[in-house]
Every structure is written in C-alpha cells, then in structure tokens.
C-alpha cells in the first residue's frame, strides 16, 4: 500500500518562512504533489516533483529526494492568506490503476 | 479556462432520496476524479474515469453511481445514502490518468452533501 506522513499543524508569523515536510512509502511513484486548501474552499494545486531537485515558483518552493521517499514545501515571506491546509500526495500506478493519494494534511496557522 | 464546476453547491437529502452531483470541465481534460473529503480529512478518492471508461472504483458502495455521458461530464448518482456519507464531494480533472509528464489535479468547488 501507500502511506504519507506529514505533520499535523505547523505555526509560523507573518514574513517567516516555514517548511512542511513529507515522507512516503510507495510503490510505482511517478511524482509527489503539494495542494492547498483553505477552510470551505476545494484543493489547488501548487506544485508537482517527479524529479529530484527543488521547484520554484513565486513563494512556494518544493523539494523532492526519490532516494529518501522525502519531500518538502517551503513557504517564504508569510502571509496570514497563507493559513490553510496543506496535502502533499503521491501519484502512480497502483492496484486498480493511476491515482493520486492524499496525506492526512497539515494544517499552518500563520500569526501577525 | 482552468475550472471546473460542480452543481448543486449544497444538498440536502434523506435516505429515501434520489439525487445527481454534476461536474463539468471545458480544458480538454480526459482523466476526471470524485473524491469525498470529511471534515479535517483529506480528500479520498472514489472514482477515475480515464477516455470516458471507469479505471478505478476504490470499493465503493453501490448506493453511489458514477456515470461520464462525454469527456466534459461527470455525474455521481445517488441512491438510499446514509447520515454517514454527509460530506464533501469533490470532482477533479487533470491532462490524462498518467499519460502525462505532469498530473495537475484541478478540482471543483465541492458539492456539500447533508444525508438526514
């Protein structure tokens, strides 16, 4: 099966910068993802590694090692609209086909 | 246009009830997704549809029926649910099922589901 870890919740100030990581245990891995969800709102997605290496865009960064199963989101200059849930998922092909499973979220409270 | 739109935004229903979620997505799509996502949980797939077929049922009951009328459409027919379905549910859409170097998910806004 597949499994995430991720913290639970994470506290930050505003103009922090605050890493979430991400570790899994997979199989048929093609890439891990990053999607934030505010309270009341669907999921967008911010990010996606299939190879080893950091991705940059704008102030989300987001790093994957397929050698460790580990990854991470890095979040600069915080702001208090950052506050939501953040998912880290995996996606490949695994019993019944492609999907993407979600970690259990963690959620960052940014404070002024 | 990278949206994707779920009807109706909120559903009441009893247990005796009949209802349909609809999705719908106009970015040439051809994988498209129904997740459910209780409070504080994450989302948890249901359903893929990949080229219109049904690729992936994660065991879910039966009282829930998918049905993908064309590459744009996703319904997710319901029948005799239980207090216990209360939840989200969410329809998403990306390039292809893995086909594709890159699996953006695009998710609709939810339809908030309320089974009395």
């Known amino acids: 099966g597949q499994s995430l870890e991720q913290p639970s919740e994470v506290t930050a100030v505003e103009g922090a910068i605050v890493q979430i990581n991400c570790t899994y245990q997979t199989s048929g891995f093609y890439g891990l993802s990053w999607y934030q969800q505010h309270d009341g709102g669907a999921p967008t997605f911010l990010s996606y590694?299939?190879?080893?290496g950091l991705e940059e865009t704008g102030r989300f960064s987001s790093f994957l090692s397929r050698s460790d199963s580990y990854g991470y989101l890095l979040l600069q200059e915080l702001q208090m609209k950052d506050s939501a849930s953040y998912f880290c998922a995996v996606s490949g092909i695994y019993t019944g086909g492609f999907k993407t499973i979600f970690g259990a979220g963690t959620r960052l409270f940014v404070k002024a | 246009d990278t949206e994707v739109t779920q009807t109706p935004k909120h559903l009441v229903m009893g247990m005796t009830n009949k209802k349909s979620l609809k999705c719908e997505q106009h970015?040439?799509?051809?994988?498209m997704y129904w997740y459910k996502q209780k409070a504080k949980k994450p989302p948890e797939l249901m359903f893929v549809y990949s080229y219109e077929k049904l690729s992936i049922n994660e065991s879910v009951p039966s009282r829930f029926s998918p049905e993908c009328p064309n590459s744009s459409l996703l319904n997710l027919h319901l029948h005799a649910l239980q207090p216990e379905d209360s939840a989200l549910y969410l329809c998403?859409?990306?390039?292809?099922?893995?086909?594709?170097?890159?699996?953006?998910?695009?998710f609709g806004p939810g339809t908030r589901l309320l089974v009395l």
């Open positions: 590694n299939a190879l080893d």
């Open positions: 970015m040439g799509h051809r994988a």
């Open positions: 998403a859409s990306s390039q292809t099922a893995g086909l594709a170097n890159r699996e953006t998910q695009y």
